[in-house]
């Protein structure tokens, strides 16, 4: 069984005891957290398909780790001909979220 699940504006393909990074959410380590902005439910091959969403639907999952970091991304700069040349590192605050059930 499997949902696709609208997260902080982005969808994930969840199944439960997956574990998923999201955009930061507002919920400390431990917390439980619903999603209801189910848009598709496939239950082995029943497939329910929402217009947007599916009603009665709902994801529970746990925070697991509420200040994870992604992996480095480097922007390089260059201006050819002209000495100039500058690096800039950037690492984007994630959540990790384990998936508890879907219903």
């Known amino acids: ?3 696709i699940v609208d997260i902080a504006s ?3 393909k969840v199944e439960a005891g997956m574990d998923i990074f999201v955009n ?3 919920a400390k380590n431990g917390e439980s957290v619903e999603f209801d902005k189910v848009l598709l439910v496939d239950n082995e091959g029943k ?3 929402g217009t ?3 009603k009665g639907a ?3 999952a746990t925070v697991v780790d509420d200040d994870a970091k ?4 480097l922007v390089f700069k260059k201006i050819r001909r002209k000495g100039f040349q500058t690096l800039n590192g950037h690492r984007q605050k994630l959540t990790k979220i384990h998936i508890d059930a879907i219903a």
């Open 58 to 60: 709902k994801v529970t």
């Open 70 to 73: 992604a992996k480095k991304v």
């Open 10 to 12: 982005q969808q994930f």
């Open 47 to 49: 497939v329910k398909v």
């Open 24 to 26: 930061r959410l507002a």
């Open 1 to 3: 069984m499997y949902a």
């Open 52 to 54: 947007p969403y599916v």
